[in-house]
């Protein structure tokens, strides 16, 4: 075979081949791998912590941008759908000239081309035909190359189209991280309606208790330790919680140990925060309201922990498998947010 008959052959095989590309699955779309949620910040002084209702209104903004791309993403992938249609048109279409071209490619071969050649019967008519095989020649190559740039079109639309799916995966996740984020931080603290929506979006992180076990729970302590609000005792994990807490910045009024009564006071495994600075008395504004807010989602954010055993404020008790429900008490516990540990 000649040279030229081959330069114009072999992308015939080649284009041949790819149809079996063309005619192939769709790549599987790799789900998008979620991001992990950020680590609050712990005591250091980082200035003050959103509340949760700002917390709320960023991730609704950040819900609808990512609503507003995964829009645009369906837009695009309309539109690359269309482009994949109409290039693959185009190429069912140039299928017949490839058909074509592999026919008299075996019609002529090199035997063919040769006895034309040899047919020749004077210097001038072989150069002419010469001449007319490689015109031939370039015919095809045009052809086989528009054959090839809309194949390589289709499968660069292919590809694009693979790639918006994937984005609209992404923003699909994207949307839901932000909604179970912001519901799950609103029903942590209680709700707008509970908190007023006054009430940091984070908390600092506390150290942990002393006393946890390595399957997770909590050892058995004794009120062994000084309680350094009253004359009484208080257990070591009682006694660390409370540092914590006032290491937190919460630095109101606070007593724990009382004698007498069935709960956790007399076992020296609970205290009470005060949303004064003297004394007991109910929320009447938005500073004590909020303080008592920040408190009850200090100890309920790191109630893991601290050994919580659960937490009252504002007529609401929070157990860790229960969350927030409704309470009735002696005290409605409007004047100060209560601690048990376990």
Request: a positive charge; proline letters at 6%.
């Amino acid at each position: 075979m000649t040279a030229p008959l081959r330069r114009w052959l072999t992308p015939v095989v080649a284009v041949l081949a790819s149809l079996a590309v063309l005619a192939g699955p769709t790549p599987a779309t790799a789900a998008p791998t979620a991001a992990a949620p950020g680590t609050p910040s712990g005591h250091e002084e980082d200035g003050e912590p959103p509340l949760i209702t700002e917390a709320i209104d960023a991730a609704n903004r950040n819900f609808l941008q990512a609503k507003a791309k995964l829009a645009k993403s369906q837009d695009r992938q309309r539109r690359l759908a269309a482009e994949v249609k109409t290039a693959q048109a185009e190429f069912d279409a140039l299928s017949p000239q490839v058909n074509q071209l592999a026919a008299q490619s075996y019609r002529t071969g090199r035997m063919g081309a040769m006895a034309m050649l040899l047919e020749s019967n004077s210097p001038d008519s072989f150069v002419r035909r010469v001449n007319a095989l490689d015109e031939l020649n370039l015919l095809n190559a045009q052809r086989l190359a528009a054959i090839n740039a809309v194949k390589t079109r289709a499968e660069q639309a292919k590809i694009a189209l693979d790639a918006e799916v994937r984005e609209q995966e992404k923003q699909k996740n994207a949307m839901e991280r932000e909604k179970v984020q912001a519901e799950r931080a609103l029903k942590l603290v209680g709700g707008l309606g509970f908190t007023g929506g006054l009430v940091s979006a984070t908390s600092p992180v506390a150290k942990i208790a002393p006393g946890r076990t390595a399957d997770g729970g909590w050892k058995a302590e004794s009120c062994s330790e000084d309680d350094p609000t009253t004359s009484g005792c208080v257990t070591p994990r009682t006694l660390h919680a409370y540092q914590e807490v006032r290491r937190a910045g919460f630095k109101r009024f606070v007593g724990c140990y009382r004698p007498g009564g069935p709960w956790e006071h007399p076992k020296g495994k609970a205290c009470d925060w005060s949303l004064q600075n003297s004394g007991f008395a109910p929320w009447h504004n938005n500073d004590t309201r909020r303080y008592g807010n920040e408190v009850a989602a200090f100890l309920i954010r790191n109630a893991d922990r601290l050994g919580i055993y659960y937490v009252i404020w504002n007529r609401q008790i929070w157990f860790p498998a229960t969350g927030w429900r409704s309470y009735s008490g002696p005290s409605n516990h409007t004047d100060h947010v209560h601690m048990s540990l376990l």
